[in-house]
């Protein structure tokens, strides 16, 4: 069973399919950012790395541009958590080290 045009996936991640990304780029989203933002492509685990180069294809498709005039997204370090134990010893190490941060912060 063959899938129309408009319902092939291109973010895996998000599962955004070519047709949510070419509604927003008919509707003026212009960058990739701007169509992260409207679709949520390129916001998964991945951070764009499987997706990026199609959805700026079809921006430059949509706008008779190559590629490389695209602007490209901006980059954020990834999220990830941080266990309460560690920012425990990281606390006291500082008091051990003469730190005065605490006292910065509280004004005590």
């Given at each position: 069973m063959a899938k129309e045009e408009h319902d092939i996936i291109v973010c895996r991640c998000e599962d955004v399919t070519l047709g949510e990304i070419r509604k927003a780029i008919r509707e003026g989203a212009t960058t990739l950012d701007e169509v992260k933002r409207i679709t949520r492509a390129g916001m998964g685990p991945c951070q764009g790395r499987?997706?990026?180069?199609?959805?700026?294809?079809?921006?430059?498709?949509?706008?008779?541009?190559?590629?490389?005039e695209i602007l490209q997204s901006r980059y954020r370090p990834?999220?990830?958590?941080?266990?309460?134990?560690?920012?425990?010893?990281i606390?006291?190490?500082?008091?051990?080290?003469?730190?005065?941060?605490?006292?910065?912060?509280?004004?005590?």
């Open positions: 499987t997706c990026r180069l199609l959805v700026a294809g079809e921006i430059a498709r949509y706008l008779g541009k190559p590629v490389s990834p999220v990830k958590p941080v266990k309460m134990g560690d920012l425990s010893v606390s006291e190490e500082g008091e051990n080290s003469g730190c005065k941060c605490r006292e910065e912060v509280t004004g005590q």
